[in-house]
């Protein structure tokens, strides 16, 4: 499950309230993702009802993450205020950093302009499918013009999220990155990672029992 805190796509709810919602009507392993970066959120995940976190801000920025290092740096510097919610970068509500990029984005929408971009990014997006790009444009007015307008969203969306990763464009990219920039203060590698997390939680999970039984 992925809540409000999470990176691009998250939900409507925060995870204080969206794990032990679904905890109590499922049966199923619980993956808790947004708003978890560090053990003290593995402890509360794990006493809300979830099994386990994804953690894919605090892992894009590891040792081992391809994420282009202008973005690595500029998470050090971030807070967690420092990420824009918005349904008007890919059409969808969306959580991206917040940078020069992310508001121009955003503040532009899907103008005409917008449009006449999503055309050329859509051939980018043909060419690494491998798929006849005269055939994918017919097959997406063929769809309505509402699917048309939010494949023109994703298009651009794509195009601004690789300058981002791959290119380190700070002043045209758009990085998805959650909440939790704010929580994020060194670069690790996975494993340093992994083995402070696990480590954290356990002493989290002692001392809140401990609180619990005073």
């Known amino acids: 499950m992925t809540a409000y805190e999470a990176a691009a796509h998250g939900g409507d709810a925060a995870s204080l309230v969206l794990v032990p919602s679904i905890a109590a009507t499922v049966e199923i392993p619980i993956v808790a993702a947004g708003g978890f970066a560090d053990g003290r959120g593995l402890a509360a995940a794990l006493a809300l009802g979830a099994e ?8 894009a920025n590891t040792k081992e993450s391809p994420l282009h290092d202008n973005y690595k740096r ?7 205020y420092d990420t824009i919610y918005s349904t008007r970068f890919d059409g969808l509500g969306c959580r991206v950093m917040d940078t020069e990029g992310a508001r121009k984005a955003v503040s532009m929408g ?10 050329f990014n859509s051939k980018e997006i043909a060419a690494q499918l491998k798929l006849p790009y005269l055939k994918l444009f017919i097959g997406v007015l063929a769809s309505g013009w509402k699917n048309a307008t939010q494949l023109a969203y994703m298009a651009n969306a794509f195009k601004a999220i ?15 990155l959650g909440q939790t920039i704010g929580l994020i203060d060194d670069l690790p590698s996975v494993s340093e990672l992994i083995e402070r997390v696990v480590k954290e939680a356990e002493e989290s999970l002692k001392n809140a029992y401990a609180k619990a039984s005073a």
Do not use: I, W, Y
């Open 74 to 80: 500029l998470t050090l510097e971030k807070q967690v």
């Open 52 to 59: 386990g976190v994804a953690m894919g801000t605090r892992f």
């Open 162 to 176: 690789r300058s981002a990763t791959e290119d380190g464009d700070t002043k045209n990219g758009v990085l998805t």
């Open 110 to 119: 899907l103008n005409l302009r917008k449009m006449v971009e999503a055309l």
